[in-house]
């Protein structure tokens, strides 16, 4: 099993992962919840997601004004704007993607010698894309950025990991896949129809993993 593999197994198993989902007129509102623990102290973690240098390690390229009011841009990716900080132990921000805004409640917390990092993104969702994936195409994306740190943290990687050859390895799909599954879980313990959860997992790791397309 590579390094990776080993990362990624943890997140599958350790992480938490929680949704609620509220049907609307127009689109499904929901609330994606993803927690994980990370072997570094709480002052290590904190630096980890708002250092440029360091982000750009894990997650990707990220320039902008980084104070509270100002404006951030992950490049071939979302923008946005940060509402609050309380370094270190969190803050928001807007997540603008796709002619979308949704919101990022990012809280760390330290458990005995390591530290617990939840994420939060709510927001507003198209029928016509969730009745397709589901709260997955959201979730999967996160589990990528939570390996990509548990990996930056646990051997000093230099890229993010969906940039790696290991991504789309045999290993990197069977993530993909398990990552999916999860979402799926945590869609039908929030209420969603079984089939219906598992064929919207399915969709989105076949779009993870290439075969799909949005």
Known sequence: MSEYAAEADRLITEARRSVTIEK???????????????????????????????????????????????????????????????????????????GGTSELTVTLAPEGDATRLTLQHSGEVPYEFYDQFGPGATGVGWDNALLGLAAYLAFDTEAPVESTEWATSSEGLTFIRSSATAWGDAAIAAGEPDEVARASAERTAAFFSGAGQV
């Open 24 to 98: 609307q007129d127009a689109a499904a509102a929901t609330v994606l919840t993803a927690s994980h623990l990370y072997r570094t102290d709480i002052d290590d973690l904190w630096n980890a997601i708002v250092d440029p240098q360091r982000l750009a390690r894990w997650f990707g390229p990220v320039s902008g004004d980084f104070r509270v009011g100002g404006s951030y841009a992950v490049e071939g990716n979302a923008s946005g704007t940060i509402r609050t900080c309380d370094a270190p132990t969190g803050f928001t921000a807007t997540w603008e993607f796709m």
